[in-house]
């Protein structure tokens, strides 16, 4: 896979995930104001994804933003059933690219895919695009002398007579200028090929940037062009093959007595300024006229801020010397008043207006016929052309859309507003494979290893060798470098720390989905999403919240009637919740539904098997409700597609218990359960105790231990074949470490005291005899592997500062 | 799409696709070519003709499509328009 591909997965998902919630904001808020939001997205999104050759993926895309983007001019609300619509397409694009991700191409399908949704996202388009565009046809200023002046200058005297014609028998003529974003190749549009495309053309042009004077270089993938014509065909056809362009484009009636004016069956015989001068001159009285009108002192600067750059444009592209203009405006704008730089304006048109009709006998460009100086200026003036339309609301509308002055004076130097975004996020963030973050830590962990030798070293020098002055020496250098290797750790923890709200922000579109599928009302409560905990963390979490989430919508929360029963809100709340607490993350999944029963819990526990009547008899409600972790249990009658299948619950826990973690729930019947699960913050650094046994020394991992004691004999009972002791009132088993690890019978010698560490997983307490206890430690703890890979009953190896290896056990695979 | 270079003429074949727009710049970046021939040219895509009419060469041949050559009038055409038969 090439990089550039690679970092367009990254990117899409990102883009996916931040148009479906904005989708979910819109549905449940109803706020218009996050649809550009998503549509950016999608826009970006398309953008992208043309670049590379995945025709279903864009189009579908395309089809989606269209359908958004026909919303938005409409202002219309949406749906339930169109954000279902619009977030099955985000589903499907998710789905393609993981296959791109995968095997690099589409499934065989994906057309057929592409179709039916394409298909659906279209339906109902048709109205709310007429909407728009009529709106949009309202707010133009008609610019069809521009396009059709332009056409017009490179058509034969005959042609352009026939045209004239058929204006004046009633046709309808429609001007074109589409003026493609600088940027449009990367959308994968070609304008030129969409331009051929326009129906009944009677002339065209293409034109090009006036600085192109041949040899200097130019950028390849910027597109610099822009294009006039003239078509028959009615409006909305050519609207229907333009809409995806429309904010590029611009289509107006020509008013047949305008176009007589600017189609003189002799041109160069009348002196009336043509082309490009006309047009200019044109833009530039539009200006001065608008800053001309009172208006109040508020709008006033927003008026010099886009007269200011419309008029530099129009003057930099006819090769005009424009400093004039700045410095009008910035008098105007000091002084508060705009008629400095409406006269400025006035000015620049009169001295332009001559010129042009000096020039009038020599033209322009001999060597290109229909393009070069003439029609350039067309190009931004469509550009300009956009600002006076919008008056008072042109300053917020300029100070988003287009760069400053000095940029925005460079040709071509407006590159659409998605380009800039992205730059701009650029800028600030750097995405690393996680491949080599993952080496960076590793090595770090070898560092803290090497670094934990050097009190040896120290030791080694003092007793081995005598010179005391050197161990001090080293135990200085070595307090020195361990606080360095300190900050440089948290540094690269810090780094792979990732804001919990990156699996939260999953949830609220699989809650939607859910109550609707399962016809509850649901609020989803998220809070904490900022708290953060290690990358491998985060991931570890999905799975587990999500079987939580999918249990406590199917079995916790009640339909609406039910509720409404109990004398609970119709609308049932569901939390989740993060929040950090010393070295761990506590998540918390809430509902107010109808919480777990332990009578209920310990009937079906039975009758699935799990476990025999006395021990039901003899567990507490508090262990009786966490017996739903336990495999194979299911409270629901029926499977269905959302939960109960009797092996949610299980994967939680595993899952839990694979990142170190621990879960726990507290259930009120007809109040609601609240699960919660605390994890390491950082899974990279593992505290673990060391104990000996007999000669050896073996780690256990500290979240496993509840308490170390040392019994007398006396405490000690027998029962059935295990020795077990009373701790608080609690009956423990005891276990020697030395049988479970299978290393003879030598540890538990006939001491008066013996050393139990009392651990607790799986829902049980065990106490674990050893031979004695060693210090608590952090260490780097690294899965065994090669032959050692299928070993039961350790969690890995660590590196111990003199170089020996610890044995990390982990207990619950021990036990038999 | 073919792009190949005779008798110091840059003959533009088939459908010309944005990935050719960097190939048809190369070829006339490395010098030798004073004409191009749109003849076989059964479309152009934006970026390819914008390298063409930053160019400025000559054309020898417009392309068979009506309506391609109604758009490539753009293009400096020094010699017969006619399409070569």
Known sequence: MNDLLEQFLLEARDLI?????????IERDGTPERMNAVFRALHTLKGSSGLFDFPPLTTLLHAAEDRLSALCRAGAGVSPDLVDLLLQTLDQTSEWLAQIEAEGRLPADAPVAEARLVAALRSGLADGQAMGSAKRAAMDVPPALVAADAVLAGLPNAQRQAITDRIKAGEGLTAITYTPASSCFFNGDDPLGLMLQVPEVVGCSIAVPPEWGGGEAFDLFRCELAFHALSFAPRRELEALLRYVLDQAQLTEVDPAAFAEAAPSDPGSTPSLSGAAAAACAILDEQATMLETPCPPEALAGRIESAAPAAGHVLAALGEPAEAIAQAAAASRAAASGGMLAGAIRVAREALADKALADKATPLSPSWPGVGRPSAPHRRSADARDKPGHDEGAAPLSGEREAPLPSAVRPGGDAGPPKAESTDRGSHVLRVDQGKLDLLMAQIGELVVAKNSLPFLARKAETTYGVRDLARDIKDQYAVIDRIVQELQGAIMSVRMLPIGQVFQRFPRLV??????????????????????????IESLYDPLLHMVRNSLDHGIEAPEERIAAGKPPQATLRLSARQDNDQVVLEIADDGRGIDPAKVRRRAYERGLLDEAALEQMSDR????????AGFSMADRVSDVSGRGVGMDVVRTAVDQAGGRIDVSSTVGQGTTIRIRLPLSMAV??????????????VPMDLIVETVKLGRHALSRIGNHDACVLRGKVVPLVELADLLELGAEACAQETEIPVLVTSFNGQ??????????????VILKPLDGVLAGARGYAGTALLGDGRILLVLDPRELMP | MTIRTEERTLHLEGSCPVEAAEEVLQALGDGGIDAID??????????VLQVLLHARLPLRHMPALPSLRAWLAVLPNTTAPDVKT
């Open chain 1, 623 to 630: 262990d009786a409700v966490m017996l739903i972790f336990r």
């Open chain 1, 686 to 699: 593992s505290r673990v105790m060391s104990v000996h046994v007999g000669q050896h020394l073996f780690g």
């Open chain 1, 765 to 778: 307490t065990i106490g674990l005899v050893v031979s004695g206890f060693g210090e608590n430690m952090e």
């Open chain 1, 512 to 537: 939607r989905d859910l109550s609707r599928k399962l016809g509850k009302k649901v609020e989803l409560v998220i809070e904490g999403e900022d708290t953060e905990a290690d990358k491998n963390v």
């Open chain 2, 38 to 47: 749109l003849n076989d040219c059964t479309h152009l895509h934006t970026a």
């Open chain 1, 17 to 25: 995930e931040e148009a479906a919630s904005g989708l979910l904001e």
